[in-house]
């Protein structure tokens, strides 16, 4: 079985100041690992994804990941934040041995403070 | 080009009724996926589609729930006799070929309430 947790359910940060969500996961295999943000009333948009490589992903509007598989964790970061970044924030995981059945976490409040 | 669509985006129906929601993909999007997604939490796998034929519905909840898609592109969901539980959002990805790199590309979702 394939989980993903989302320890946080909100992160305040004032505009500016650079963002962590964390995200943890479990799989049996190699994972395939996804950010997606919603907005309010709006689907999920495909922030960026971890497939193989590079451990640092980059992504869209700036943001990043970063891949550690020792502490099996996917973390999404931003250098600075933007109070148009406020949203919902959710992290997925894949087992790239298993089947095309994506997993997603709780989710994770974003508020940018002016 | 136009992203996942889907419709109604809202649907009030009561219980014991029968609904049906739409999903149109992404054009040449092979893989269609839906999810459920109730209130604070994250998206909950339904189904998956490759072309017309269902290739994983283990996420499906029970009998009730169906869904079809007949000619590899549009699918529809189908909910039989309703329950106050299955109120929640119900969301439809694509992603091109359905390979485990795809991206999933999501529709805004039909929000189902079942009085």
């Known amino acids: 079985a394939q989980s993903v947790a989302q320890p946080e359910d909100q992160v305040n940060v004032a505009e500016g100041n650079p963002l962590t969500v964390k995200c943890t996961y479990s799989?049996?295999?190699?994972?395939?690992l996804f950010w997606y943000v919603q907005y309010p009333n709006r689907g999920l948009q495909f922030l960026l994804k971890?497939?193989?490589?590079?451990?640092l992903v980059k992504g869209s509007y700036g943001f990043e990941a970063e891949f550690n598989k020792s502490q099996t964790s996917f973390h999404l970061k931003k250098p600075s934040a933007l109070v148009s970044d406020s949203a919902l924030y959710f992290c997925?995981?894949?087992?790239?041995?298993?089947?095309?059945?994506?997993?997603f976490g709780t989710g994770t409040k974003l508020q940018v403070i002016p | 080009g136009a992203g996942v669509s889907q419709t109604p985006s809202n649907k009030v129906t009561e219980k014991g009724k029968y609904v049906e929601l739409r999903c149109d993909p992404i054009?040449?999007?092979?893989?269609l996926y839906w999810y459920r997604q109730s209130l604070g939490q994250g998206p909950e796998f339904l189904i998956y589609?490759?072309?017309?034929?269902?290739?994983?519905d283990s996420g499906l909840p029970n009998d009730r729930f169906f869904a079809v898609r007949p000619e590899g592109s549009v699918s529809t969901l189908k909910i039989q006799r309703t329950e106050r539980g299955d109120s929640a959002v119900y969301l439809c990805?694509?992603?091109?070929?359905?390979?485990?790199?795809?991206?999933?590309?999501f529709g805004p979702g039909t929000r189902l309430t079942v009085l």
């Open positions: 589609f490759q072309g017309t034929g269902a290739a994983d």
């Open positions: 990805a694509s992603s091109l070929a359905g390979e485990f790199t795809d991206t999933q590309y």
């Open positions: 997925a995981v894949l087992n790239s041995g298993g089947y095309q059945k994506v997993t």
């Open positions: 054009s040449g999007h092979t893989a």
């Open positions: 971890y497939i193989t490589g590079d451990n």
């Open positions: 799989v049996s295999g190699n994972p395939y």
